[in-house]
């Protein structure tokens, strides 16, 4: 199994910029597909963005795009979410995750951190 804790959440102004980090402890995440979500208060769980094993295939969320940008360092187990150009509409907590495949787009999510807050004001 792998562990993994998500930082670099904060309160930023309205077109400011977060860079989020996820660490993966227990085990390589060098095989696994990676990938963001968020929640806001009274919705659903959604999608953001996705990175295959190896860092060349990326997903985006329609909502995030040209916005987020995810990366990777295998070296140091940690993948990270860019965001620039922040809007209230991006307030959440976001949760880093862990696939089973190596796969961006079947990547078979199976393990989670716990969230970091991520709060945007107008």
């Known amino acids: 199994q792998v562990q993994l804790v998500e930082s670099g959440g904060g309160l930023v102004q309205a077109g400011g910029s977060l860079r989020l980090s996820c660490a993966g402890s227990?085990?390589?995440?060098?095989?696994?597909?990676m990938g963001w979500f968020r929640q806001a208060p009274g919705k659903e769980r959604e999608f953001v963005s996705a990175?295959?094993?190896?860092?060349?295939?990326?997903r985006y969320a329609y909502s995030v795009k040209d916005r987020f940008t995810i990366s990777r360092d295998n070296a140091k187990n940690t993948v990270y979410l860019q965001m620039n150009s922040l809007k209230p509409e991006d307030t959440a907590v976001y949760y880093c995750?862990?696939?089973?495949?190596?796969?961006?787009?079947?990547?078979?999510?199976?393990?989670w951190g716990q969230g970091t807050q991520v709060t945007v004001s107008s």
């Open positions: 995750a862990a696939g089973a495949s190596g796969d961006a787009h079947s990547p078979d999510f199976r393990s």
């Open positions: 227990g085990r390589s995440l060098s095989t696994s597909a």
């Open positions: 990175i295959g094993r190896s860092g060349h295939i990326t």
